[in-house]
């Protein structure tokens, strides 16, 4: 099979978030993997490889516009295409 689509470049810093300033929707239109410690993390919401580090959500914790608290986790920090 042939990919006729280029993939664009992975940013260093990278947010799910629409409303963020670092939300690229170019770079979600392709499935990404990102490795923290080299363990594949689900659940990641932002990420910043030069400084290593990626956002995850608590699970029962909410800011008071009822979006999950963020919890940040320091380390080697890969992203990749699936």
Same mark, same amino acid.
């Given at each position: ?5 280029s993939?664009?470049a ?9 409303? %963020? ?7 979600? /239109?392709?499935?990404?993997?990102? !490795?923290?410690?080299?363990? $594949?993390? @689900? ?14 959500? %608590?699970h ?6 009822? /979006?999950?608290?963020?919890?940040? !986790?320091?380390g080697?920090? $890969?992203? @990749?295409?699936?």
């Amino acid at each position: 099979m042939n990919d006729t689509t280029s993939k664009p470049a992975l940013p260093d810093h990278l947010s799910g978030n629409p409303r %963020s300033p670092h939300h690229d929707e170019a770079v979600f /239109q392709f499935d990404i993997g990102i !490795m923290l410690n080299g363990k $594949e993390r @689900f659940d990641v919401e932002e990420y910043c490889i030069s400084e290593g580090w990626v956002k995850v959500p %608590s699970h029962k914790a909410l800011d008071r516009r009822g /979006q999950p608290l963020m919890m940040t !986790m320091k380390g080697k920090v $890969e992203a @990749f295409y699936k």
